[in-house]
């Protein structure tokens, strides 16, 4: 059971323009929502993360909406740039609970000029 | 935030054969967690290792194939045993943060079964 669902799969955004990445998750106990960034070839690093007793975080161009009752979040990335090519993973937490993340399936994110 | 180095970054292995890959930390640190990453994929836990208990696996992976060791609080192994094509992944250690909240990655483990 995919417990944290994540859209599109694929993006594809002009430079300077707004990407915009979904998730919904179905555990209502997960209490901790991080975005990991991952070029190829490394490991995912963590890139900005939120708790759900806040509706909007904003980290530079970065910024993470949350709605709760909707058991949804998204990432918005303003000002899109060619080096924020990647692939994105939302993940949730239940922290406590093992500390084990369940990660959304991805989106491969391309910039071009 | 947590330095971790992987070993080996790739590797190309015969069907049948085991590899054992190697987490390095440079701190000291309670739990680790090794990832597996299918190529395109997601990222699936596969285990939760403690330093001085037996690692905790989850749903669908086991000790006979994933066998981990967890020597000390900087240091653990996964192996992958009697690999298949299907093994062909990418494998990847995490620790969590001071935060508890946080998790750092390796840059990973690419494994190509032959």
């Known amino acids: 059971q995919q417990q944290v669902k994540q859209s599109p799969q694929s993006l594809i955004v002009q430079k300077g323009g707004i990407s915009i990445i979904n998730c919904a998750y179905e555990?209502?106990?997960?209490?901790?929502f991080p975005w990991y960034q991952q070029f190829p070839g490394k490991g995912p690093a963590l890139l900005i993360a939120?708790?759900?007793?806040?509706s909007e975080k904003k980290e530079g161009r970065f910024t993470i909406s949350f709605n709760k009752s909707a058991k949804q979040f998204s990432l918005h990335i303003m000002d899109s740039q060619p080096g924020d090519s990647a692939t994105y993973f939302c993940?949730?937490?239940?922290?406590?609970?093992?500390?084990?993340?369940?990660f959304g399936t991805g989106t491969q994110l391309k910039v071009e000029l | 935030s947590a330095v971790i180095s992987q070993k080996p970054s790739r590797d190309i292995c015969q069907r049948g054969t085991s590899l054992t890959i190697q987490c390095q930390v440079d701190?000291?640190?309670?739990?680790m967690f090794w990832y597996r990453q299918q190529p395109g994929q997601s990222l699936t836990l596969i285990a939760t290792?403690?330093?001085?208990?037996?690692?905790?696996?989850e749903s669908g992976f086991v000790i006979d194939k994933f066998p981990i060791s967890r020597p000390n609080l900087t240091f653990s192994t996964l192996t992958v045993s009697n690999m298949s094509p299907e093994d062909s992944s990418i494998y990847l250690c995490?620790?969590?943060?001071?935060?508890?909240?946080?998790?750092?990655f390796g840059q990973g483990t690419r494994l190509t079964v032959v």
């Open positions: 995490s620790v969590e943060g001071q935060m508890n909240t946080e998790a750092f």
């Open positions: 555990n209502t106990a997960f209490d901790y």
């Open positions: 939120i708790r759900p007793d806040v």
């Open positions: 993940a949730a937490l239940l922290t406590g609970g093992g500390n084990k993340l369940t």
């Open positions: 701190s000291q640190v309670t739990m």
């Open positions: 290792a403690n330093q001085g208990s037996e690692a905790t696996y």
